[in-house]
């Protein structure tokens, strides 16, 4: 970024996730990579506009154990311990989401390491229920792991995880960026992104706010949210 647009940009890594709550909070970054819920906020609340969107969506599923005859749809759930990575994690939040009423939602396990140990969590008995992102539970699980499980729910798809430019960031600054990080595995910056989030993406996408529009809700004005 620094040699395409001709002026200093400095990656700066979080020290923990107070530290980016508050930061982003006070707006203190131009270029963020991140999940459609924290893209959404800004947008709504802090005037940045989306630029960039990684192929394909995010979407989760919550699951039980197939022998339990006393779980076998979402309200089953109500006051029953659910694995998941904690929140703001987006899987978790589409918990929330799926269970309006504070009153009668599940109680969420936090578990930290990712999906692989909030599915080891599930199966070793801390929880009744367990949400997973549908790829991982598609190809990360083995079929027998799949098989003693029963999918009670599947979020809506949502857009991946993008980029958003605050609004210090100019038009044309913007268009570079676009241009540049869209070009995809034919620069080395966005190899390893691409790698890690991105699947077998070989390139982000342009993307507009309206990608984004409603999933600020997700963590605005809710008991867990900001």
Request: aromatic share 10%; glycine share 8%; proline share 5%.
């Amino acid at each position: 970024m620094t040699e395409v647009l001709g002026e200093t940009v400095t990656y700066e890594r979080p020290k923990n996730w107070l530290a980016y709550q508050r930061d982003m909070r006070t707006d203190k970054y131009d270029i963020v990579f991140d999940g459609p819920h924290f893209i959404s906020w800004r947008v709504q609340n802090k005037k940045h506009q989306t630029v960039l969107k990684l192929p394909g969506s995010l979407q989760f599923v919550i699951i039980a154990n197939k022998d339990d005859d006393k779980v076998n749809e979402l309200d089953d759930l109500i006051g029953k311990k659910i694995c998941g990575i904690p929140p703001p994690n987006l899987g978790t939040l589409t918990v929330y989401d799926a269970y309006k009423h504070p009153a009668r939602q599940p109680v969420i396990v936090p578990i930290r390491g990712g999906f692989k140990k909030v599915f080891k969590g599930f199966e070793t008995g801390k929880c009744k229920g367990a949400v997973l992102r549908t790829t991982f539970y598609a190809k990360k699980l083995s079929e027998e792991q799949r098989a003693t499980t029963k999918v009670l729910y599947k979020s809506p798809a949502m857009t991946n995880q993008g980029i958003s430019v605050s609004s210090r960031v100019k038009p044309e600054a913007r268009k570079i960026i676009v241009e540049t990080i869209a070009r995809g595995d034919r620069i080395p910056a966005t190899k390893n992104i691409l790698a890690r989030f991105g699947g077998k993406a070989k390139a982000f996408k342009a993307a507009t706010d309206s990608d984004y529009a409603e999933y600020y809700k997700l963590i605005q004005g809710v008991i867990f949210g900001w």
